[in-house]
Nanobody, 119 residues
Framework: QLQLVEIGGGSVQVGGSLRLSCIAS??????????MGWYRQTAGDEREKVAV???????DYADSVKGRFIISRDYAKHTVTLEMNNLKPDDTAVYYC???????????WGRGTLVTVSS
């Protein structure tokens, strides 16, 4: 099994910044993880990709966050971090950490952390 624990989140005003971190644990599965990232979801909407960081160093961002959010991974510490800058009310959502293992044919999720951006 792979456990993902999110750290961070909270409330911030428009234009502010927040950092989300996610720590992965599960020695047997971690070596099989090929990507980690962040998704978000608001009530009534589907979960959407925010940013993903692949093992080959490539990253992928949602158009809505390009230029404002930065994703990074620390492979030694098994973490993925999302730096969120110039936050907007539309960024308000529950943010979920995600890890994908092609070998295990599974996608893993954290429990989520709430980010609220107020004007």
């Amino acid at each position: 099994q792979l456990q993902l624990v999110e750290i961070g989140g909270g409330s911030v005003q428009v234009g502010g910044s927040l950092r989300l971190s996610c720590i992965a644990s599960g020695d047997a599965v971690i070596p099989t993880v090929n990507a980690m990232g962040w998704y978000r979801q608001t009530a009534g909407d589907e979960r959407e990709k925010v940013a993903v960081a692949n093992n080959d160093g490539s990253t992928d961002y949602a158009d809505s966050v390009k230029g404002r959010f930065i994703i990074s991974r620390d492979y030694a510490k098994h973490t993925v971090t999302l730096e969120m800058n110039n936050l907007k009310p539309d960024d308000t959502a529950v943010y979920y950490c995600n890890a994908e293992s092609v070998i295990m044919r599974r996608v893993y999720w954290g429990r989520g952390t709430l980010v609220t951006v107020s004007s």
